[in-house]
T-cell receptor, first 114, second 114 residues
């Protein structure tokens, strides 16, 4: 069955520190992988996406993610966190064609300490 | 483009009442998705449409829920009768294609059933 696991429910980091949010997926075929961010009271915004090619992908707001097929992982990273990065982050997996819908993880809430 | 537009932003209703949530997708997007977000269950896909035709409604929780897409620029999600356990944030999202494109989400409708 297709699934996405985000093992960390809540992470707190200090402003300026590095960040890594974990995502593991289970998918029968080569998946499309996405990271979304949700600020309080807002919808989800696409940060970055991956399907093929270079396994390190760059996104908006200084985020990047690395695809590791052997580990079925797609972890999100940022070298230096800003207070405005405090939000909830969702990993999602999907396919094309008849498997059009995305499956989302439960999310990781990021808090940033001054 | 104004993005995906949902209305109302907030809805408070009494148990047993009918509730209608509305969504205007991005012009030209072929796919429209309805998601429900709760603390307990995260983001759940309720139903999605392709070219106004429902493709997968297996996530619709019960017969009290119905969704329509009468044309390419409008969709509704109706709950009749509403129950307190329907309280959640309901998101509409649209996509040009499935797979690589990802989704564009609306800002959501926060529904409270008392």
């Amino acid at each position: 069955a297709q699934s996405v696991t985000q093992p960390d429910i809540h992470i707190t980091v200090s402003e300026g520190a590095s960040l890594e949010l974990r995502c593991n997926y289970s998918y029968g075929a080569t998946p499309y992988l996405f990271w979304y961010v949700q600020s309080p009271g807002q919808g989800l915004q696409l940060l970055l996406k991956y399907f093929s090619g270079d396994t390190l992908v760059q996104g908006i707001k200084g985020f990047e993610a690395e695809f590791k097929r052997s580990q079925s992982s797609f972890n999100l990273r940022k070298p230096s966190v800003h207070w405005s990065d405090a939000a909830e982050y969702f990993c999602a997996v999907g396919g094309g064609g008849s498997q059009g819908n995305l499956i989302f993880g439960k999310g990781t809430k990021l808090s940033v300490k001054p | 483009d104004a993005g995906v537009i949902q209305s109302p932003r907030h809805e408070v209703t009494e148990m047993g009442q009918e509730v209608t949530l509305r969504c205007k997708p991005i012009s030209g997007h072929d796919y429209l998705f309805w998601y429900r977000q709760t603390m307990m269950r995260g983001l759940e896909l309720l139903i999605y449409f392709n070219n106004n035709v429902p493709i997968d409604d297996s996530g619709m929780p019960e017969d009290r829920f119905s969704a329509k897409m009468p044309n390419a620029s409008f969709s509704t999600l109706k709950i009749q009768p509403s129950e307190p356990r329907d309280s959640a944030v309901y998101f509409c999202a649209s996509s040009l294609r499935v797979g690589w494109y990802g989704y564009t989400f609306g800002s959501g409708t926060r529904l409270t059933v008392v």
